[in-house]
């Protein structure tokens, strides 16, 4: 059984920054590529960023520059550093490999 748990949400000013992790306990393989994924109030769930087992990363235009996706394969971990964090940026975030989800975290972008 794979279970995806996302921490690191919250509540942050415009420009400001965040870290989220997302932490993946059962059997997997260290190639398999990890995504995040956010979704709006009221929006269909978004892609955002993904990373190959060889580091490889690709991003959504829309943050492209602002966040980094990264891994720790030791510790079965990937992360979402995201800065410059603007109002749009506000949504659930979630993980999601193979066919597995996490619960999501909420971020918040609000003065």
């Known amino acids: 059984q794979v279970q995806l748990v996302e921490s690191g949400g919250g509540l942050v000013q415009p420009g400001g920054s965040l870290r989220l992790s997302c932490t993946v306990s059962g059997t997997i393989l260290d190639t398999s590529t990890m995504y995040w994924y956010r979704q709006a109030p009221g929006k269909g769930r978004e892609w955002v960023a993904q990373?190959?087992?060889?580091?490889?990363?690709y991003y959504a235009g829309s943050v492209k520059g602002r966040f980094t996706i990264s891994r720790d394969n030791a510790k079965h971990t990937m992360f979402l550093q995201m800065n410059s964090l603007k109002p749009e940026d506000t949504a659930v975030y979630y993980c999601?490999?193979?066919?597995?989800w996490g619960q999501g975290t909420q971020v918040t972008v609000s003065s």
């Open positions: 990373i190959s087992g060889d580091g490889s990363s």
């Open positions: 999601h490999l193979m066919h597995y």
